[in-house]
Protein backbone atom coordinates (compact mmCIF):
# COMPACT_ATOMS: atom_id res chain seq x y z
CA UNK A 1 0.00 0.00 0.00
CA UNK A 2 1.51 3.48 -1.13
CA UNK A 3 -0.14 6.32 -0.05
CA UNK A 4 -0.63 7.60 -3.55
CA UNK A 5 -4.22 8.92 -3.40
CA UNK A 6 -3.38 11.21 -0.30
CA UNK A 7 -0.21 12.38 -2.97
CA UNK A 8 -1.94 13.85 -5.47
CA UNK A 9 -4.04 16.78 -4.31
CA UNK A 10 -1.79 18.93 -2.79
CA UNK A 11 1.01 18.89 -4.93
CA UNK A 12 -2.08 19.45 -7.49
CA UNK A 13 -3.22 22.56 -5.20
CA UNK A 14 0.37 24.07 -5.39
CA UNK A 15 -0.30 25.10 -9.03
CA UNK A 16 -1.29 28.49 -8.78
CA UNK A 17 -4.24 29.00 -10.46
CA UNK A 18 -5.89 31.36 -13.52
CA UNK A 19 -8.36 33.64 -12.90
CA UNK A 20 -10.97 32.18 -15.55
CA UNK A 21 -14.33 31.52 -14.69
CA UNK A 22 -16.96 30.19 -16.91
CA UNK A 23 -20.21 31.26 -15.49
CA UNK A 24 -21.21 35.19 -15.70
CA UNK A 25 -23.48 35.46 -12.82
CA UNK A 26 -21.03 33.95 -10.59
CA UNK A 27 -18.41 35.81 -8.51
CA UNK A 28 -15.53 33.98 -6.76
CA UNK A 29 -14.56 35.34 -3.98
CA UNK A 30 -11.74 33.58 -3.83
CA UNK A 31 -9.82 32.00 -7.27
CA UNK A 32 -8.65 28.98 -6.44
CA UNK A 33 -11.08 27.13 -7.78
CA UNK A 34 -9.62 25.76 -11.00
CA UNK A 35 -6.69 23.89 -8.81
CA UNK A 36 -9.24 22.24 -7.24
CA UNK A 37 -10.66 20.41 -9.76
CA UNK A 38 -7.89 18.56 -11.12
CA UNK A 39 -7.41 15.09 -10.47
CA UNK A 40 -5.90 12.41 -9.29
CA UNK A 41 -3.08 11.12 -11.07
CA UNK A 42 -1.39 7.40 -10.51
CA UNK A 43 2.28 7.89 -9.71
CA UNK A 44 4.97 6.37 -12.00
CA UNK A 45 5.97 2.61 -11.33
CA UNK A 46 9.87 2.71 -10.40
CA UNK A 47 9.71 -1.06 -9.58
CA UNK A 48 12.08 -1.24 -12.49
CA UNK A 49 15.83 -0.13 -12.42
CA UNK A 50 16.44 3.14 -13.45
CA UNK A 51 17.97 2.94 -16.53
CA UNK A 52 19.21 6.44 -18.49
CA UNK A 53 17.32 6.95 -22.01
CA UNK A 54 19.53 7.65 -24.99
CA UNK A 55 19.51 11.07 -23.50
CA UNK A 56 22.36 13.64 -22.64
CA UNK A 57 22.93 12.45 -18.87
CA UNK A 58 26.30 10.93 -20.06
CA UNK A 59 27.16 13.12 -22.74
CA UNK A 60 29.04 16.31 -20.65
CA UNK A 61 29.68 18.54 -23.34
CA UNK A 62 26.07 19.00 -24.00
CA UNK A 63 25.61 20.61 -21.01
CA UNK A 64 28.50 23.24 -21.06
CA UNK A 65 27.34 26.53 -21.03
CA UNK A 66 26.97 27.95 -24.46
CA UNK A 67 29.76 30.83 -25.13
CA UNK A 68 27.15 33.34 -25.36
CA UNK A 69 23.10 33.19 -24.62
CA UNK A 70 22.52 32.79 -28.42
CA UNK A 71 18.67 33.81 -28.19
CA UNK A 72 17.76 31.05 -30.73
CA UNK A 73 18.87 28.58 -28.56
CA UNK A 74 15.99 26.37 -27.56
CA UNK A 75 14.25 27.82 -24.08
CA UNK A 76 16.58 31.09 -24.09
CA UNK A 77 14.35 33.72 -22.81
CA UNK A 78 12.42 31.14 -21.04
CA UNK A 79 10.20 30.36 -24.65
CA UNK A 80 8.51 26.72 -24.70
CA UNK A 81 10.24 24.28 -27.09
CA UNK A 82 7.72 22.47 -28.97
CA UNK A 83 8.82 18.64 -29.83
CA UNK A 84 7.78 17.57 -33.55
CA UNK A 85 4.52 15.61 -33.96
CA UNK A 86 6.16 13.12 -36.26
CA UNK A 87 8.82 11.45 -33.89
CA UNK A 88 10.73 8.52 -34.62
CA UNK A 89 10.12 5.98 -32.69
CA UNK A 90 13.38 6.08 -30.98
CA UNK A 91 12.52 9.74 -29.92
CA UNK A 92 9.62 9.02 -29.07
CA UNK A 93 10.73 6.50 -26.83
CA UNK A 94 13.32 8.83 -25.30
CA UNK A 95 10.22 11.45 -24.43
CA UNK A 96 8.14 8.92 -22.55
CA UNK A 97 11.07 7.81 -20.70
CA UNK A 98 12.39 11.43 -19.61
CA UNK A 99 8.55 11.77 -18.59
CA UNK A 100 7.97 8.68 -17.09
CA UNK A 101 11.51 9.37 -14.42
CA UNK A 102 10.37 12.86 -13.89
CA UNK A 103 6.93 13.60 -14.30
CA UNK A 104 7.73 16.85 -16.70
CA UNK A 105 9.53 16.45 -19.90
CA UNK A 106 12.96 16.10 -19.15
CA UNK A 107 13.74 15.53 -22.69
CA UNK A 108 13.22 18.78 -23.46
CA UNK A 109 14.71 20.56 -20.55
CA UNK A 110 17.82 18.51 -21.80
CA UNK A 111 18.05 20.26 -25.06
CA UNK A 112 17.74 23.70 -23.45
CA UNK A 113 20.78 25.07 -22.02
CA UNK A 114 21.56 24.91 -18.31
CA UNK A 115 22.41 28.52 -18.44
CA UNK A 116 19.46 29.85 -20.50
CA UNK A 117 18.33 33.32 -20.16
CA UNK A 118 14.54 34.24 -18.82
CA UNK A 119 12.58 37.06 -19.34
CA UNK A 120 12.84 39.96 -16.48
CA UNK A 121 9.82 39.26 -14.56
CA UNK A 122 10.01 41.78 -12.45
CA UNK A 123 7.83 45.55 -12.42
CA UNK A 124 9.53 48.41 -13.18
CA UNK A 125 8.51 49.43 -9.69
CA UNK A 126 10.92 46.71 -7.98
CA UNK A 127 14.26 48.03 -10.08
CA UNK A 128 14.68 51.10 -8.35
CA UNK A 129 17.64 49.91 -6.04
CA UNK A 130 17.09 52.45 -3.41
CA UNK A 131 14.13 50.39 -2.28
CA UNK A 132 16.58 47.65 -1.12
CA UNK A 133 19.19 48.45 2.16
CA UNK A 134 22.43 48.46 1.12
CA UNK A 135 23.99 46.57 3.29
CA UNK A 136 22.24 43.01 2.83
CA UNK A 137 22.69 39.68 4.90
CA UNK A 138 24.44 36.71 3.12
CA UNK A 139 21.92 33.63 2.47
CA UNK A 140 23.15 29.71 2.13
CA UNK A 141 20.73 28.47 -0.69
CA UNK A 142 19.57 24.96 0.34
CA UNK A 143 18.09 22.77 -2.51
CA UNK A 144 17.30 18.81 -1.84
CA UNK A 145 16.78 16.60 -4.11
CA UNK A 146 16.00 13.06 -4.64
CA UNK A 147 16.55 11.45 -8.15
CA UNK A 148 16.61 14.89 -9.88
CA UNK A 149 16.88 15.27 -13.70
CA UNK A 150 20.60 16.17 -14.16
CA UNK A 151 19.53 19.36 -16.72
CA UNK A 152 16.86 20.38 -14.40
CA UNK A 153 19.30 20.01 -11.40
CA UNK A 154 22.05 21.82 -12.40
CA UNK A 155 20.35 24.96 -14.16
CA UNK A 156 18.44 25.66 -10.77
CA UNK A 157 22.29 25.69 -9.47
CA UNK A 158 23.35 28.57 -12.30
CA UNK A 159 20.16 30.38 -12.35
CA UNK A 160 21.25 31.32 -8.52
CA UNK A 161 24.31 31.71 -9.56
CA UNK A 162 24.20 33.44 -12.23
CA UNK A 163 21.10 35.72 -11.31
CA UNK A 164 22.21 36.53 -7.23
CA UNK A 165 25.30 39.01 -6.45
CA UNK A 166 27.73 37.03 -5.67
CA UNK A 167 28.68 39.07 -2.17
CA UNK A 168 24.86 37.93 -1.63
CA UNK A 169 25.84 34.47 -1.75
CA UNK A 170 27.35 32.08 1.03
CA UNK A 171 26.80 28.73 0.11
CA UNK A 172 24.58 27.00 -2.48
CA UNK A 173 24.21 23.63 -0.44
CA UNK A 174 22.82 20.51 -2.66
CA UNK A 175 21.66 18.09 -0.73
CA UNK A 176 21.11 14.09 -1.99
CA UNK A 177 18.19 12.77 -0.66
CA UNK A 178 19.33 9.11 -1.20
CA UNK A 179 19.12 9.06 -4.64
CA UNK A 180 20.05 6.18 -6.79
CA UNK A 181 20.58 7.56 -10.52
CA UNK A 182 23.47 7.35 -11.62
CA UNK A 183 23.83 10.73 -12.72
CA UNK A 184 24.10 12.05 -9.32
CA UNK A 185 26.95 10.42 -8.02
CA UNK A 186 30.26 11.58 -8.95
CA UNK A 187 30.04 13.26 -11.59
CA UNK A 188 28.03 15.70 -9.51
CA UNK A 189 30.68 16.45 -7.39
CA UNK A 190 33.03 16.65 -10.77
CA UNK A 191 30.53 19.35 -12.74
CA UNK A 192 31.02 21.27 -9.06
CA UNK A 193 34.30 20.91 -8.67
CA UNK A 194 35.46 24.27 -9.96
CA UNK A 195 32.45 26.04 -8.17
CA UNK A 196 34.03 26.94 -5.02
CA UNK A 197 30.33 27.79 -3.35
CA UNK A 198 28.97 24.39 -4.07
CA UNK A 199 29.02 21.86 -1.62
CA UNK A 200 27.47 18.53 -1.81
CA UNK A 201 25.74 16.94 1.32
CA UNK A 202 24.50 13.32 0.83
CA UNK A 203 22.28 11.64 3.40
CA UNK A 204 22.97 8.29 4.73
CA UNK A 205 19.36 7.08 3.73
CA UNK A 206 16.26 7.95 2.17
CA UNK A 207 15.08 10.84 4.67
CA UNK A 208 12.12 12.84 2.82
CA UNK A 209 12.44 16.27 2.03
CA UNK A 210 12.03 18.08 5.69
CA UNK A 211 14.79 15.94 7.29
CA UNK A 212 17.08 16.42 4.18
CA UNK A 213 16.29 20.07 4.16
CA UNK A 214 17.03 20.14 7.77
CA UNK A 215 20.68 18.24 7.62
CA UNK A 216 21.10 20.96 4.88
CA UNK A 217 20.46 23.45 7.45
CA UNK A 218 23.64 22.03 9.71
CA UNK A 219 25.72 23.00 6.85
CA UNK A 220 24.37 26.51 6.92
CA UNK A 221 26.59 29.42 8.05
CA UNK A 222 25.03 32.72 6.56
CA UNK A 223 22.53 34.85 8.69
CA UNK A 224 19.56 33.73 6.04
CA UNK A 225 18.89 30.32 4.47
CA UNK A 226 17.00 30.16 1.52
CA UNK A 227 15.32 27.07 0.01
CA UNK A 228 14.59 25.75 -3.17
CA UNK A 229 12.98 22.84 -4.97
CA UNK A 230 15.77 21.15 -7.20
CA UNK A 231 13.71 22.13 -10.56
CA UNK A 232 13.65 25.83 -9.90
CA UNK A 233 14.97 29.19 -12.11
CA UNK A 234 15.52 31.98 -10.13
CA UNK A 235 14.62 35.36 -12.30
CA UNK A 236 16.37 38.36 -12.28
CA UNK A 237 16.54 40.35 -9.16
CA UNK A 238 15.08 37.55 -7.19
CA UNK A 239 17.28 37.66 -4.39
CA UNK A 240 17.47 41.56 -2.90
CA UNK A 241 14.18 41.96 -2.46
CA UNK A 242 13.76 38.61 -0.50
CA UNK A 243 17.07 39.71 2.19
CA UNK A 244 16.04 43.10 2.35
CA UNK A 245 12.38 42.02 4.21
CA UNK A 246 14.58 39.95 6.41
CA UNK A 247 17.37 42.78 7.05
CA UNK A 248 14.64 44.77 8.20
CA UNK A 249 13.04 42.21 10.93
CA UNK A 250 14.41 39.26 11.24
CA UNK A 251 10.81 37.60 11.82
CA UNK A 252 9.63 38.42 8.52
CA UNK A 253 9.78 35.05 6.42
CA UNK A 254 9.72 35.98 3.20
CA UNK A 255 8.93 33.72 -0.17
CA UNK A 256 9.17 34.39 -3.91
CA UNK A 257 6.52 34.68 -6.30
CA UNK A 258 6.57 31.10 -7.81
CA UNK A 259 6.47 31.29 -11.72
CA UNK A 260 4.91 28.09 -13.49
CA UNK A 261 7.84 26.55 -15.72
CA UNK A 262 5.85 24.48 -17.97
CA UNK A 263 5.95 20.46 -17.67
CA UNK A 264 5.56 19.92 -20.87
CA UNK A 265 7.62 22.83 -23.19
CA UNK A 266 9.64 23.97 -20.32
CA UNK A 267 7.90 27.55 -20.83
CA UNK A 268 8.89 30.25 -17.93
CA UNK A 269 5.20 31.70 -17.71
CA UNK A 270 5.29 34.76 -15.01
CA UNK A 271 2.81 36.54 -13.12
CA UNK A 272 2.86 40.53 -12.71
CA UNK A 273 2.00 41.39 -9.40
CA UNK A 274 -1.60 42.38 -9.93
CA UNK A 275 -2.25 38.28 -10.20
CA UNK A 276 0.17 37.38 -7.44
CA UNK A 277 -1.83 35.31 -5.03
CA UNK A 278 -1.11 34.23 -1.42
CA UNK A 279 -1.73 30.78 0.18
CA UNK A 280 -4.16 29.33 2.76
CA UNK A 281 -4.90 25.76 3.28
CA UNK A 282 -8.22 23.74 3.62
CA UNK A 283 -9.53 21.82 6.27
CA UNK A 284 -7.95 18.30 4.79
CA UNK A 285 -4.55 20.51 5.72
CA UNK A 286 -4.25 20.94 1.83
CA UNK A 287 -2.36 24.29 0.93
CA UNK A 288 -4.28 26.24 -1.46
CA UNK A 289 -3.91 29.77 -3.25
CA UNK A 290 -6.24 32.76 -3.43
CA UNK A 291 -6.53 35.81 -4.37
CA UNK A 292 -4.90 38.73 -2.24
CA UNK A 293 -7.90 39.54 -0.06
CA UNK A 294 -9.06 43.07 0.05
CA UNK A 295 -7.87 43.82 3.60
CA UNK A 296 -4.58 43.00 2.28
CA UNK A 297 -4.71 44.66 -0.73
CA UNK A 298 -5.83 48.52 1.43
CA UNK A 299 -2.56 48.08 3.12
CA UNK A 300 -0.38 49.07 0.19
CA UNK A 301 0.05 51.69 -2.48
CA UNK A 302 1.40 49.29 -5.21
CA UNK A 303 0.44 45.68 -5.83
CA UNK A 304 4.40 45.11 -6.05
CA UNK A 305 4.60 45.31 -2.17
CA UNK A 306 4.91 42.57 -0.36
CA UNK A 307 1.75 41.11 1.21
CA UNK A 308 1.16 38.55 4.04
CA UNK A 309 0.12 35.30 3.53
CA UNK A 310 -1.18 33.09 5.51
CA UNK A 311 0.94 30.23 4.58
CA UNK A 312 3.59 29.32 2.24
CA UNK A 313 3.49 26.65 -0.43
CA UNK A 314 6.64 25.02 0.76
CA UNK A 315 9.61 24.73 -1.41
CA UNK A 316 10.90 28.59 -1.77
CA UNK A 317 11.42 30.47 1.17
CA UNK A 318 13.99 32.60 2.92
CA UNK A 319 14.41 32.83 6.68
CA UNK A 320 16.61 34.08 9.25
CA UNK A 321 19.20 31.29 10.70
CA UNK A 322 18.91 32.24 14.15
CA UNK A 323 15.01 32.89 13.69
CA UNK A 324 14.24 29.36 11.92
CA UNK A 325 16.22 28.01 14.64
CA UNK A 326 14.21 29.88 17.24
CA UNK A 327 11.06 28.53 16.01
CA UNK A 328 12.44 24.57 16.09
CA UNK A 329 12.80 24.14 12.46
CA UNK A 330 10.94 21.69 11.45
CA UNK A 331 9.67 18.89 12.82
CA UNK A 332 12.05 16.06 12.56
CA UNK A 333 8.76 13.38 13.28
CA UNK A 334 7.56 14.85 9.46
CA UNK A 335 8.33 11.99 6.73
CA UNK A 336 8.81 11.92 3.12
CA UNK A 337 7.00 15.07 1.98
CA UNK A 338 3.95 17.39 2.95
CA UNK A 339 2.61 19.54 6.17
CA UNK A 340 5.82 20.88 6.62
CA UNK A 341 4.75 23.96 5.07
CA UNK A 342 1.65 24.66 6.97
CA UNK A 343 3.46 23.84 9.96
CA UNK A 344 5.98 26.24 9.33
CA UNK A 345 3.66 28.92 8.86
CA UNK A 346 1.36 28.64 11.74
CA UNK A 347 4.06 28.82 14.40
CA UNK A 348 6.25 31.60 12.13
CA UNK A 349 2.38 33.39 12.37
CA UNK A 350 2.19 32.19 15.48
CA UNK A 351 4.95 32.83 17.43
CA UNK A 352 5.87 36.17 16.47
CA UNK A 353 6.66 36.32 13.14
CA UNK A 354 5.14 37.67 9.83
CA UNK A 355 4.75 35.31 6.37
CA UNK A 356 5.04 37.66 3.15
CA UNK A 357 4.99 36.71 -0.51
CA UNK A 358 7.24 39.53 -2.28
CA UNK A 359 5.69 40.12 -5.57
CA UNK A 360 9.33 41.77 -6.77
CA UNK A 361 10.70 37.97 -6.28
CA UNK A 362 10.40 35.87 -8.68
CA UNK A 363 11.14 32.01 -9.06
CA UNK A 364 10.44 29.28 -11.70
CA UNK A 365 9.26 25.78 -10.74
CA UNK A 366 8.25 22.81 -12.69
CA UNK A 367 4.95 21.74 -10.90
CA UNK A 368 4.28 18.27 -11.52
CA UNK A 369 1.02 16.52 -11.82
CA UNK A 370 2.13 13.07 -9.98
CA UNK A 371 5.11 12.20 -7.50
CA UNK A 372 7.87 10.65 -10.12
CA UNK A 373 9.77 9.31 -6.59
CA UNK A 374 8.56 6.38 -4.63
CA UNK A 375 6.98 6.50 -1.10
CA UNK A 376 7.11 4.89 1.68
CA UNK A 377 4.93 1.93 1.77
CA UNK A 378 2.61 0.48 4.49
CA UNK A 379 2.70 4.16 5.72
CA UNK A 380 -0.02 7.10 5.02
CA UNK A 381 3.01 9.49 5.37
CA UNK A 382 0.71 12.68 4.58
CA UNK A 383 -1.47 11.31 7.19
CA UNK A 384 0.76 11.26 9.85
CA UNK A 385 2.53 14.46 9.24
CA UNK A 386 -0.96 16.05 9.09
CA UNK A 387 -2.27 14.97 12.85
CA UNK A 388 1.93 15.93 14.33
CA UNK A 389 0.93 19.35 12.40
CA UNK A 390 -2.97 19.58 13.88
CA UNK A 391 -1.96 17.95 17.25
CA UNK A 392 0.55 20.86 17.84
CA UNK A 393 -0.44 23.65 16.58
CA UNK A 394 -4.42 24.06 15.48
CA UNK A 395 -5.82 23.40 19.10
CA UNK A 396 -9.35 22.84 19.18
CA UNK A 397 -9.50 23.35 15.79
CA UNK A 398 -7.93 19.64 14.78
CA UNK A 399 -11.18 17.94 15.18
CA UNK A 400 -12.05 19.14 11.60
CA UNK A 401 -9.48 18.04 9.87
CA UNK A 402 -10.03 14.70 11.93
CA UNK A 403 -13.45 14.38 11.00
CA UNK A 404 -12.25 14.56 7.39
CA UNK A 405 -10.41 11.36 8.07
CA UNK A 406 -13.06 9.67 9.70
CA UNK A 407 -11.57 10.15 13.29
CA UNK A 408 -8.57 7.79 12.55
CA UNK A 409 -5.43 9.59 13.47
CA UNK A 410 -2.99 6.56 13.33
CA UNK A 411 -0.11 6.36 14.88
CA UNK A 412 1.73 9.37 14.81
CA UNK A 413 4.49 9.34 17.11
CA UNK A 414 5.38 10.94 19.85
CA UNK A 415 4.64 15.25 19.71
CA UNK A 416 5.15 16.16 23.25
CA UNK A 417 8.58 17.73 22.58
CA UNK A 418 6.88 20.02 19.85
CA UNK A 419 4.67 20.73 22.43
CA UNK A 420 6.73 21.89 24.61
CA UNK A 421 8.49 23.95 22.10
CA UNK A 422 5.22 25.58 21.42
CA UNK A 423 4.92 26.49 25.09
CA UNK A 424 8.22 27.58 25.43
CA UNK A 425 7.77 30.01 22.56
CA UNK A 426 4.56 31.23 24.51
CA UNK A 427 3.13 31.39 20.66
CA UNK A 428 -0.30 32.42 20.12
CA UNK A 429 -3.45 30.27 20.03
CA UNK A 430 -5.14 29.04 16.37
CA UNK A 431 -7.52 31.04 16.97
CA UNK A 432 -6.02 34.30 17.22
CA UNK A 433 -4.07 32.96 13.76
CA UNK A 434 -7.49 32.14 12.05
CA UNK A 435 -9.23 35.37 13.29
CA UNK A 436 -6.20 37.75 12.77
CA UNK A 437 -4.11 35.95 9.75
CA UNK A 438 -6.89 34.24 8.06
CA UNK A 439 -10.43 35.54 8.65
CA UNK A 440 -11.65 34.13 5.00
CA UNK A 441 -11.14 30.49 5.91
CA UNK A 442 -14.81 28.87 6.40
CA UNK A 443 -14.97 27.06 10.03
CA UNK A 444 -16.89 24.15 9.90
CA UNK A 445 -18.12 24.72 13.47
CA UNK A 446 -19.67 27.83 12.44
CA UNK A 447 -21.89 25.45 9.88
CA UNK A 448 -25.65 24.59 10.77
CA UNK A 449 -24.56 20.67 10.76
CA UNK A 450 -21.92 19.08 9.45
CA UNK A 451 -20.86 15.48 8.76
CA UNK A 452 -22.49 13.08 5.87
CA UNK A 453 -25.74 14.10 4.13
CA UNK A 454 -27.74 10.55 4.52
CA UNK A 455 -30.43 9.98 2.16
CA UNK A 456 -32.57 8.57 4.74
CA UNK A 457 -34.29 5.36 3.26
CA UNK A 458 -31.65 4.32 1.06
CA UNK A 459 -28.81 4.98 3.33
CA UNK A 460 -27.12 6.58 0.93
CA UNK A 461 -24.88 9.84 1.38
CA UNK A 462 -23.94 12.59 -0.96
CA UNK A 463 -20.57 11.49 -2.19
CA UNK A 464 -17.84 13.01 -4.49
CA UNK A 465 -13.88 12.36 -5.17
CA UNK A 466 -14.43 15.91 -7.20
CA UNK A 467 -13.43 18.90 -5.46
CA UNK A 468 -13.76 21.48 -8.23
CA UNK A 469 -16.00 23.27 -10.41
CA UNK A 470 -18.71 22.06 -12.24
CA UNK A 471 -18.12 18.01 -10.96
CA UNK A 472 -21.31 16.44 -11.20
CA UNK A 473 -21.99 14.89 -7.53
CA UNK A 474 -22.82 11.58 -6.99
CA UNK A 475 -24.18 9.37 -4.15
CA UNK A 476 -22.62 6.22 -2.51
CA UNK A 477 -23.25 4.01 0.55
CA UNK A 478 -22.62 5.53 3.41
CA UNK A 479 -19.41 4.97 5.19
CA UNK A 480 -18.86 7.28 8.06
CA UNK A 481 -15.45 7.89 7.74
CA UNK A 482 -15.73 11.75 6.53
CA UNK A 483 -13.50 11.51 3.33
CA UNK A 484 -15.69 12.53 -0.06
CA UNK A 485 -18.73 12.10 2.11
CA UNK A 486 -17.79 15.39 4.35
CA UNK A 487 -20.27 18.02 4.08
CA UNK A 488 -20.83 21.54 5.94
CA UNK A 489 -24.25 23.05 5.86
CA UNK A 490 -23.42 26.63 6.56
CA UNK A 491 -25.80 29.57 8.26
CA UNK A 492 -25.50 31.18 4.59
CA UNK A 493 -27.22 28.26 2.87
CA UNK A 494 -24.41 26.89 1.39
CA UNK A 495 -23.69 23.35 1.24
CA UNK A 496 -19.84 23.17 1.03
CA UNK A 497 -16.91 21.44 1.15
CA UNK A 498 -13.70 23.41 1.36
CA UNK A 499 -14.45 26.46 -1.32
CA UNK A 500 -16.40 24.03 -3.21
CA UNK A 501 -20.15 24.13 -2.94
CA UNK A 502 -23.19 22.40 -4.11
CA UNK A 503 -24.47 24.12 -7.19
CA UNK A 504 -27.75 23.86 -9.35
CA UNK A 505 -28.77 25.42 -12.30
CA UNK A 506 -31.10 23.39 -14.09
CA UNK A 507 -28.76 20.74 -15.11
CA UNK A 508 -27.13 18.62 -12.89
CA UNK A 509 -26.26 19.39 -9.59
CA UNK A 510 -22.35 19.86 -9.68
CA UNK A 511 -19.88 21.48 -7.49
CA UNK A 512 -18.80 24.78 -8.15
CA UNK A 513 -16.71 27.38 -6.06
CA UNK A 514 -18.65 29.49 -3.76
CA UNK A 515 -19.57 32.85 -4.50
CA UNK A 516 -21.62 33.57 -1.70
CA UNK A 517 -24.20 35.04 -3.54
CA UNK A 518 -26.77 32.54 -2.64
CA UNK A 519 -28.91 31.85 -6.23
CA UNK A 520 -28.29 28.61 -7.10
CA UNK A 521 -25.93 27.59 -4.25
CA UNK A 522 -28.79 28.75 -2.06
CA UNK A 523 -29.95 25.24 0.36
CA UNK A 524 -32.87 25.07 2.99
CA UNK A 525 -33.47 22.11 5.54
CA UNK A 526 -36.87 21.34 6.63
CA UNK A 527 -36.19 19.28 9.89
CA UNK A 528 -39.92 18.44 9.98
CA UNK A 529 -40.60 16.93 6.37
CA UNK A 530 -36.41 16.09 5.52
CA UNK A 531 -36.93 18.08 2.54
CA UNK A 532 -33.53 19.47 1.17
CA UNK A 533 -35.15 22.84 -0.50
CA UNK A 534 -33.28 24.35 -2.93
CA UNK A 535 -33.56 28.79 -3.32
CA UNK A 536 -33.58 29.68 -7.09
CA UNK A 537 -35.25 26.65 -8.93
CA UNK A 538 -37.53 26.01 -5.98
CA UNK A 539 -36.81 22.60 -6.12
CA UNK A 540 -36.04 19.43 -3.91
CA UNK A 541 -32.79 17.44 -3.84
CA UNK A 542 -33.51 13.54 -4.34
CA UNK A 543 -32.02 10.53 -4.92
CA UNK A 544 -33.02 9.16 -8.92
CA UNK A 545 -34.42 5.71 -9.15
CA UNK A 546 -31.42 3.60 -9.84
CA UNK A 547 -30.14 5.12 -6.69
CA UNK A 548 -26.73 6.34 -7.94
CA UNK A 549 -27.09 9.95 -8.77
CA UNK A 550 -28.55 13.52 -7.48
CA UNK A 551 -31.55 14.94 -8.93
CA UNK A 552 -33.79 17.41 -8.58
CA UNK A 553 -37.32 17.40 -8.48
CA UNK A 554 -41.15 19.24 -7.46
CA UNK A 555 -40.76 19.00 -3.63
CA UNK A 556 -43.19 16.32 -2.20
CA UNK A 557 -42.80 15.17 1.48
CA UNK A 558 -44.54 12.15 0.53
CA UNK A 559 -41.39 10.84 -1.93
CA UNK A 560 -38.99 8.89 0.19
CA UNK A 561 -36.12 9.99 -1.99
CA UNK A 562 -36.43 13.66 -0.96
CA UNK A 563 -35.92 12.44 3.00
CA UNK A 564 -32.65 13.85 4.15
CA UNK A 565 -30.55 13.68 7.13
CA UNK A 566 -28.08 16.38 8.24
CA UNK A 567 -25.11 15.22 10.85
CA UNK A 568 -24.38 17.10 13.60
CA UNK A 569 -27.77 19.51 13.05
CA UNK A 570 -27.77 22.39 14.76
CA UNK A 571 -30.91 24.05 14.15
CA UNK A 572 -30.02 26.57 17.14
C1 LIG B 1 5.42 21.42 -2.58
C2 LIG B 1 6.62 22.30 -2.38
C3 LIG B 1 7.72 21.44 -1.79
C4 LIG B 1 7.27 20.94 -0.44
C5 LIG B 1 5.97 20.18 -0.61
C6 LIG B 1 5.28 19.79 0.66
C7 LIG B 1 6.74 24.30 -3.78
C8 LIG B 1 6.99 24.83 -5.11
N1 LIG B 1 6.96 22.96 -3.61
O1 LIG B 1 5.58 20.25 -3.35
O2 LIG B 1 8.88 22.18 -1.64
O3 LIG B 1 7.10 21.99 0.47
O4 LIG B 1 5.01 20.96 -1.28
O5 LIG B 1 6.05 18.98 1.44
O6 LIG B 1 6.39 25.02 -2.89
N2 LIG B 1 12.63 15.69 -2.17
C9 LIG B 1 13.59 15.07 -1.40
N3 LIG B 1 13.28 13.89 -0.79
C10 LIG B 1 12.05 13.31 -0.91
C11 LIG B 1 11.06 13.96 -1.67
C12 LIG B 1 11.38 15.16 -2.28
O7 LIG B 1 14.70 15.57 -1.26
O8 LIG B 1 11.83 12.25 -0.35
C13 LIG B 1 12.95 16.96 -2.80
C14 LIG B 1 12.56 17.05 -4.27
O9 LIG B 1 13.61 16.59 -5.09
C15 LIG B 1 12.28 18.53 -4.43
C16 LIG B 1 11.73 18.93 -3.07
O10 LIG B 1 12.15 17.94 -2.17
O11 LIG B 1 13.43 19.27 -4.68
C17 LIG B 1 10.21 19.05 -3.05
O12 LIG B 1 9.59 17.90 -3.59
P1 LIG B 1 8.56 18.02 -4.80
O13 LIG B 1 9.09 18.90 -5.85
O14 LIG B 1 8.14 16.65 -5.18
O15 LIG B 1 7.38 18.75 -4.06
P2 LIG B 1 6.26 19.73 -4.71
O16 LIG B 1 6.89 20.82 -5.47
O17 LIG B 1 5.25 18.91 -5.35
MN1 LIG C 1 8.77 20.88 -6.48
Not at 203 to 212: C, D, K, N, T
Not at 249 to 276: A, K, M, Q
Not at 415 to 435: G, I
Request: proline share 5%; aromatic share 10%.
Amino acid sequence: LEDVADRAAPQEADVPPTAKHKRVKVIPRQQNVESLHRNVAVRADEKTPQKLSLSKEDDKSFLDPPAANLEDSPGELGKPVILPKDMSPEMKKAVDDGWTKNAFNQYVSDLISVRRSLPDPRDAWCKDSALYLSNLPKTDVIICFHNEAWSVLIRTVHSVLDRSPPELIGEIILVDDFSDMPHLKKQLEDYFASYPKVKIVRGPQREGLIRARLLGAEYAKSPVITYLDSHCECAEGWLEPLLDRIARNSTTVVCPVIDVIDDTTLEFHYRDSSGVNVGGFDWNLQFSWHAVPEREKKRHNSTSEPVYSPTMAGGLFSIDRKFFERLGTYDSGFDIWGGENLELSFKTWMCGGTLEIVPCSHVGHIFRKRSPYKWRTGVNVLKKNSVRLAEVWMDDYAKYYYQRIGMDKGDFGDVSERKKLREDLQCKSFKWYLDNVYPELFIPGDAVANGEIRNINTNMCIDTPKTGEEDPVGVYECHGQGGHQYWMFSKTGEIRRDQACLDYAGKDVILFGCHGSKGNQFWTYHENTKLLHHGSSGKCLAINESKDKLIMEECDASHLRQHWMLENYDSS
